[in-house]
């Protein structure tokens, strides 16, 4: 059974940072792609970032590109998402994913393309 816990999450001040990270257990992480989505209240879930096994070619939202960061540490089997100069507009709950990629595909902007979800976790930005 594959469990994915975010953490790190929490209220910040705009212009603040926020570190979030995922652990995953139960599965082989080194061997999955992993994102970032996440929901605001009202809206949809989007695609925040992704980063494939071997770390390289991350991808990004244009929303969030030049101020967040994803990477990951295989030995440690996280993946980690750096949000520097935070706006309001990045109010919402963040969701990490796992993507076995069995499809063959790799269409990392849709979140029905990932295979395990965690229960999310809170980041509120105040401005």
């Known amino acids: 059974q594959v469990q994915l816990v975010e953490s790190g999450g929490g209220l910040v001040q705009s212009g603040g940072s926020l570190r979030l990270s995922c652990v995953v257990s139960g599965g082989t992480f080194s061997s999955y792609a992993m994102g970032w989505f996440r929901q605001a209240p009202g809206k949809e879930r989007e695609f925040v970032s992704a980063?494939?096994?071997?770390?390289?070619?991350?991808q990004y939202a244009d929303s969030v590109k030049g101020r967040f960061t994803i990477f990951r540490d295989n030995v440690k089997n996280t993946v980690y998402l750096q949000m520097n100069s935070l706006k309001s507009e990045d109010t919402g709950v963040y969701y990490c994913?796992?993507?076995?990629?069995?499809?063959?595909?790799?269409?990392?902007?849709?979140?029905?393309?990932?295979?395990?979800w965690g229960q999310g976790t809170q980041v509120t930005v105040s401005s």
């Open positions: 980063i494939t096994w071997s770390g390289r070619g991350p």
């Open positions: 994913t796992a993507d076995r990629l069995l499809s063959g595909s790799y269409n990392y902007w849709n979140w029905n393309e990932y295979d395990y």
